[in-house]
């Protein structure tokens, strides 16, 4: 069951929200600021931004994948050392986090979320927010202020200046990372690599998950 959280107060235990979750694991992530260090990932199901180099484009439904109570999730992530929980997707925001963000929190975890930005609402309680527009789907304006990260794909060369163009809307503290997609890696670092060399307010990320073989 789905509600909003001004309704599970009456109705539902906090730890009884459910969510549609494609994958939950714990590993290091690999990208962005805390890359290296350990997480444990909710990857919740549903994405409606359509990004043609997507590499999880099973999230993209919201309905076919199983149900889990925060309750569940948070039993899950208790049973690793690590304790900061990552929730991606898909486009995590199709849902109201409060009452998994809250619960995580009030079990000592740093919450950090990897979003698109497009949704109207933007739900939770947040230690780290992560933002990642696509120039497939204009992100809502009401996240610019919060976000901790601007990390931008590079799949193509004009890609770095839309990057850039950013940089004066969102949190002026915020850290920039410019990240080239898996598959075109050969052709866009060299582009990268300059771009931050004449940019150094920038800095690069790169899938350390993937080159390390871990989820
Ligand atoms: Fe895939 Fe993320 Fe783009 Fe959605 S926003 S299509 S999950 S890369």
């Known amino acids: 069951m789905q509600l909003k959280t001004k309704d599970i107060k009456s109705v539902l ?3 009884d929200f459910e969510y549609p979750v494609m994958e939950s694991f714990y590993t290091i992530q690999g990208e962005g600021k805390y890359q290296g260090h350990a997480a444990y990932f909710i990857r919740l199901g549903g994405c409606d931004v359509g990004c043609h180099w997507c590499d999880v484009k099973e999230s993209w439904p919201v309905d076919t994948h199983p149900v889990k109570s925060v309750d569940t999730l ?3 992530a208790l049973t ?4 900061i929980v990552v929730i991606t997707g898909g486009e995590p925001l199709m849902h109201d986090l409060h009452a998994l963000t809250e619960s995580f929190q009030e079990a000592g975890f740093r919450t950090h979320i990897e979003t698109s930005g497009v949704c109207e609402e933007f739900t939770g309680s947040w230690d780290w927010i992560c933002f990642s527009p696509k120039k497939f789907k204009e992100p809502n304006t009401r996240i610019l202020p919060h976000v901790d990260e601007l990390k931008v794909v590079i799949y193509h060369a004009s890609d770095v200046e839309w990057a850039n163009d950013w940089v004066d809307k969102i949190n002026p503290n915020a850290y920039r990372y410019l990240q080239p997609e898996w598959s075109k890696q050969a052709s866009m670092n060299p582009l990268i690599v300059d771009f931050v ?6 800095q690069i990320s790169v899938q350390t998950h ?3 073989q871990i989820p």
């Open 80 to 83: 690793y050392p690590g304790r």
């Open 13 to 15: 235990k906090r730890g």
């Open 197 to 202: 060399k004449a940019n150094p307010s920038w």
């Open 74 to 76: 948070l039993a899950e």
């Open 210 to 212: 993937k080159f390390l």
